[in-house]
């Protein structure tokens, strides 16, 4: 099993990395196998291995649950967007998720490519790949929620939100730091894209809960 995916970056820089199933290899460091990243782009994705960025990574194991983490670095606050550029050998009935460990949700990358708003910097702990059978079923916050995704953009003093599956949002509730309710959107649009403006907002980390009609989902959003 040969698995490509890549990642086309807030500034449209593009990465592909290559998963190879190989009995040969393991999990950990494979000399002949594994590719070490040698050329650093201003934004990159890669896999975390032994707490070092590879661009190829030979392994023995591809089960259901199996993870192997992904870092990825951004120059500029933004959209990222990730998605599987090519499979080989790959069995209908395997899935392929992406997990967000910090807000714990999946995104199925067969259904759709996934996009994720980063602020700049390095993110090596919070991605990984991960795999399942097309029939498991996931908990309804991972399964029906895990699409949905929002941003403060401070140019235009809005919260937007993403919702490529249409998922139906009944409200959103943006909180401090310390769990203050600041501010409350009830009328929500069914559009894949949409800005509600909040302005007046200071400078720092808010949590953003997205009330969907399938469960509740939390975001951080920072405003600058």
């Known amino acids: 099993m040969k698995f490509r995916f890549g990642i086309y970056t807030v500034n449209t820089i593009q990465r592909q990395l290559l998963l190879t199933i190989d009995p040969n290899a393991t999990t950990a460091v494979d000399l002949g196998y594994d590719g070490i990243l040698n050329e650093s782009q201003m934004d990159d994705m890669y896999w975390m291995i032994d707490g070092d960025k590879y661009i ?9 649950d199996t993870t192997y983490p992904l870092g990825i670095t951004t120059d500029t606050d933004g959209i990222n967007t990730i998605s599987i550029n090519a499979l080989e050998n790959v069995p209908d009935s395997m899935d392929i998720f992406i997990h967000d460990i910090e807000n714990n949700t999946y995104h199925n990358l067969r259904e759709s490519d996934y996009e994720i708003y980063l602020t700049a910097g390095e993110h090596l702990d919070r991605f990984e790949m991960t795999f399942r059978e097309a029939d498991d079923t996931l908990s309804i916050e991972d399964n029906e929620l895990s699409s949905l995704d929002v941003y403060y953009s401070n140019e235009t003093e809005s919260l937007v939100l993403l919702n490529p599956n249409y998922k139906e949002v009944k409200s959103i509730e943006l909180f401090n730091i310390i769990g203050q309710s600041i501010h409350t ?4 649009s069914e559009l894949d894209y949409s800005e509600y403006e909040v302005k007046d907002l200071s400078s720092g980390t808010y949590i953003v809960k997205i009330n969907a009609v399938s469960g509740s989902v939390s975001k951080k959003v920072l405003v600058k």
Request: no cysteine; aromatic share 0%.
């Open 56 to 64: 190829i990574q030979g392994s023995n194991d591809a089960e259901i």
């Open 185 to 188: 959107i009830k009328d929500i």
